[in-house]
């Protein structure tokens, strides 16, 4: 048996697989998040005591020794942790928006470019860079008592094995990494102000735990684990977008566009960024914009309508939703990805009386669409797409998002990230398993031609939306 675990935003999960990748139960706790005024933390006791609960419910659920164990879990954030990995604070997520006023800064005097052009990061306020600098103005006390600032899944490895704090060429990507030398590029780290804190920076390895190391609980004593890559190359991995050129969407929280590519492009706006791989010369370019189907769970929140109910109310409306249109940016820290405005929000036009939930809720999708093909397209897809994350439990999101992409979709069912965390161990174990039967995918999704070149025309509508929203954000008309 081989174990996935798989440190989401809002749900951790375990899934466990038998030899040939398939897969034979799930464990998953929700997690809360604390949102106020541009905060959004969690709580690093919760987070872990939900890792060590799923572990727990599965291996009861699954019979026989487990051969192999990987983690991954959501990435950027600052998870400050003393020396035996306890909490210094609440970690501040990927979604925080406080750092916002200093990436404005950074912004107007060059450094957010000159960062991006030297490591191929993109900046965002929820990104280890501008919280770290947030932290040092505001709580320096919080930075003088800690040891480390993790990620996510680096905090639940210590604690899982009790190994030194360590991460991943995956994580330690944003900001800081040269990705050309896959180490950290202490110009970056002086550039931000962070020289006093350079200490906290956990080194880069591959961090793997033997039986002798193994600790805390939630796994049997003698375990093998890997940490590592985080959730957006885990679900990569595990999705089978290895080749240069192949792409993945992730419908998830996060709306994640990934390109596989052997080349580093640092020309052009900035935005994005380029992940490391365990492979040196491999990196995906990666667009995870800031909100995916958290989009349309507030609009469905808002209009009182059930998850159940998409695929019936996107069959009760047609495309182009009646003239409804949605800029799709919901998040409090703005949009990231293929551009950074920390200041963007979400805009709703065309809406009357005359206007339905089912309108709404299309717009939205489409919206999502849109947001999804741009990200795409900057990332420099030309190969096949596979899709994977929550949003690929609609069929008729799925059909939609094929129409709006205008490209077949691969569509990967499962606990992907969790499968990839899992091929990512058995690579640095030296452990062979059939990547193409882990990694098969569940249906391919065919765009209809019509709809396809109807929407070929909206997402040129949206472009120019778009370009309008963000002029009225940097003060144009």
Known sequence: MYVGIDVGTSTVKAAAFDTTGRQLAVSARPVELSMHGGFVEQDMDEVYGAVVAVLSELTAEVDGPIELAGLTGQGDGVWLVDAEGRPVRAAASWMDGRAHELLDQWLADGTFETVFRRTGSAMFPGCPGPLLAWLAAYEPKSLDAAAAALYCKDMVFQRLTGAPATTDVSDASMPFLDPRTRSYDNGVVELLGLTRRRRLLPPVSDPVATAETLGEGGLPAGTRIANGPYDLPACALGAGVTEPGDGLLIVGTCLASLVATTELDLTGEPAGLYISLDRPGHWLRAMPAMVGTAALDWVLSTTGVRHEEVDGLLAATPPGAN?????????????????????????????????????????????????????????????????????????????????????????????????????????????????????????????????????????????????????????GV
């Open 323 to 475: 003239d409804v249109r949605v800029l799709p940016y919901f998040a409090p820290s703005g949009e990231r990805a293929p551009f950074v405005e920390p200041r963007l929000r979400a805009e709703l036009t065309g809406v009357s009386l005359e206007s339905t939930p089912a309108d709404l809720i299309r717009a939205t999708c489409e919206g999502i669409g849109y947001a999804a093909r741009h990200c795409l397209e900057a990332a420099g897809l030309t190969g096949s797409l596979a899709v994977c994350g929550g949003g690929t439990r609609s069929p008729a999101w799925m059909r939609l998002l094929a129409d709006v992409l205008g490209r077949p979709l691969r569509v990967v069912e499962g606990e992907v990230g969790a499968r990839g965390a899992v091929l990512a161990a058995a690579e640095r174990y030296g452990v062979p398993l059939d990547t193409a039967a882990w990694t098969r995918p569940t249906e391919i999704v065919e765009p209809d031609p019509g709809r396809a070149a109807y929407y070929a025309k909206g997402y040129a509508d949206h472009l120019a939306r778009l370009a309008a929203a963000r002029g009225r954000e940097r003060g």
